[in-house]
């Protein structure tokens, strides 16, 4: 199995950021219940997957959102592998266009748009495509979700694990 470092490490940061989040918690808040001396700039550029945690870091950081590392890095795990080696998603795009889920309404224009260059008219036996945790995690975003939240929705509208 390869590992991408900069998608593990993209995730990682995604996912301390929304431990620190869900707390209520600015860097600042979280930088006071730290240990050790740790500048603003670094912890963003954790959460940002721009610079690599070491290990004895993670602890400190995971203990000071009372979170236990393992299950974090569980977590992390499982984002970035999605179920398959490669950590894609097969997503049937006339599914996503056919859901009326208001959180999804991003992702629907974007499967309208895909479907229409695929097609010429948006209506068609439009195409399957295979999502990274990149194009996931964006996607996200767009919808104002968590990307486990995200694949979780997807997949029961019919989406399936799939290698690249």
Not at 39 to 62: D, F, K, N, P, W
Request: hydrophobic share 35%.
């Amino acid at each position: 199995m390869r590992i991408d470092a900069a998608t593990y490490q993209r995730v990682l940061g995604d996912e301390l950021r929304r431990l620190r989040k869900q707390r209520g918690w600015t860097r600042k808040d979280l930088n006071a219940h730290l240990q050790s001396d740790i500048s603003l700039q670094t912890l963003a550029t954790y959460e940002l997957g721009t610079r690599q945690c070491s290990v004895v870091r993670l602890v400190e950081i995971c203990f000071a959102l009372d979170e236990l590392p393992h299950e974090v890095i569980a977590r992390v795990h499982d984002r970035v592998f999605t179920g398959s080696p490669r950590g894609h998603l097969l997503l049937d795009l006339r599914q996503v266009v056919n859901d009326n889920q208001p959180e999804l309404l991003p992702l629907r224009r974007w499967a309208r748009g895909k479907l229409a260059e695929s097609n010429g008219d948006g209506r068609g036996n439009g195409p399957q495509v295979r999502l990274d945790i990149t194009a996931l995690e964006r996607m996200a975003e767009l919808c104002g979700m968590e990307t486990r939240d995200l694949i979780a929705r997807l997949r029961h509208l019919g989406s399936s694990p799939a290698d690249a």
